[in-house]
Structure formats: structure tokens, C-alpha cells
């Protein structure tokens, strides 16, 4: 069971490792490929919570989100990997904020949009099943108690 579990995080964590190395390649001076398409939809939430909240939201430089992406899922990955809860809380964290950044949800009937927020509906249930799965072995463990010695 120990060989399969393992696997299965290898091979979970291998979507986002891969993901941050593609990106991590591609940084550039500028950020990137994807420092373009990131910059079209924080402009757009941008000017979206400015008129919302009637207060001017600071100006973010993109390249440094696209760096924070890359480290989210690269040490997220690497301690997911390793079985540790602080990468599974890193790759949450890395998907409660780019999910609304990256999906259009103004055109939300693109099927397009459907596939890729249906995946990281799924993403983000995996890992919260990996950490209730987590704190669920440590509640059992800790109930457990030591045998005693009998007496004769």
C-alpha cells in the first residue's frame, strides 16, 4: 500500500511539477507567455474590484505572479511528493487563487472554460481527500492504544 500511495502522489504532484517547469523555462525577462495572458485578466479583476469596492487596488507586476505560481507548484509539488500536508496546503493555495484569475467567468459557456474548471474542481478535491485522509490516519493512530503487559 506504502508503493502505491507514493506512486499516486508522484504522479498527482507530476501535473503541477511539470506545469512550473514549463513556466519556469519560459520566464524570460518579462514573465513570459504566460505573463500575457495573466496580465489581460488581473487588468480585468483589476478594474472589476476598483469598481466594486470604489477604492483603487495597487498595481501588481505580473511577472512577479507568475513567479509566485512557479514557486507555489514547485515546493508544493516537492513536499507533496514527500507526503508532507504543508505541499497540499501550498498546491490549495497556489489553486484558491489562480482559478479565478485564469478562468473567464464572464463567458462561462465556453466549453473550453468547462473542461479546464471541472479539472481544478477535481484537482482541488484530491487534495482536500489527500489531507482529511491525512488527519484521519493521525486520529485513528493517536486513539490506539499501547497493549499491556500481562502479568503472571
Given at each position: 500500500?506504502?508503493?502505491?500511495?507514493?506512486?499516486?502522489?508522484v504522479?498527482f504532484?507530476?501535473?503541477?511539477?511539470f506545469?512550473?517547469?514549463?513556466?519556469?523555462?519560459?520566464?524570460?525577462?518579462?514573465?513570459?507567455?504566460?505573463?500575457?495572458?495573466?496580465?489581460?485578466?488581473?487588468?480585468?479583476?483589476?478594474?472589476?474590484?476598483?469598481?466594486?469596492?470604489?477604492?483603487?487596488?495597487?498595481?501588481?507586476?505580473i511577472k512577479?505572479?507568475?513567479?509566485?505560481?512557479?514557486?507555489?507548484?514547485?515546493?508544493?509539488?516537492?513536499?507533496?511528493?514527500l507526503?508532507?500536508?504543508?505541499g497540499a496546503?501550498?498546491?490549495?493555495?497556489?489553486l484558491?487563487?489562480?482559478?479565478?484569475?485564469?478562468?473567464?467567468?464572464?463567458?462561462y459557456?465556453?466549453?473550453e472554460?468547462?473542461?479546464?474548471?471541472?479539472?481544478?474542481?477535481?484537482?482541488?478535491?484530491?487534495?482536500?481527500?489527500?489531507?482529511?485522509?491525512?488527519?484521519?490516519?493521525?486520529?485513528?493512530?493517536?486513539?490506539?492504544?499501547?497493549?499491556?503487559?500481562?502479568?503472571?
Amino acid at each position: 500500500m506504502g508503493f502505491l500511495s507514493a506512486l499516486g502522489r508522484v504522479l498527482f504532484a507530476f501535473f503541477f511539477l511539470f506545469s512550473a517547469w514549463q513556466e519556469f523555462n519560459a520566464f524570460g525577462v518579462d514573465g513570459g507567455p504566460i505573463a500575457k495572458v495573466y496580465g489581460t485578466k488581473v487588468d480585468f479583476l483589476k478594474d472589476r474590484a476598483t469598481s466594486y469596492l470604489g477604492v483603487e487596488v495597487p498595481a501588481v507586476e505580473i511577472k512577479h505572479v507568475v513567479a509566485a505560481g512557479i514557486a507555489l507548484k514547485g515546493v508544493g509539488g516537492i513536499l507533496f511528493i514527500l507526503g508532507s500536508s504543508v505541499g497540499a496546503y501550498l498546491l490549495l493555495l497556489h489553486l484558491v487563487i489562480i482559478t479565478p484569475v485564469l478562468h473567464d467567468f464572464a463567458n462561462y459557456s465556453n466549453p473550453e472554460f468547462l473542461r479546464v474548471f471541472t479539472q481544478d474542481l477535481a484537482l482541488f478535491g484530491t487534495l482536500l481527500f489527500f489531507l482529511g485522509m491525512k488527519n484521519s490516519i493521525h486520529i485513528r493512530q493517536s486513539k490506539r492504544r499501547s497493549p499491556k503487559s500481562k502479568k503472571n
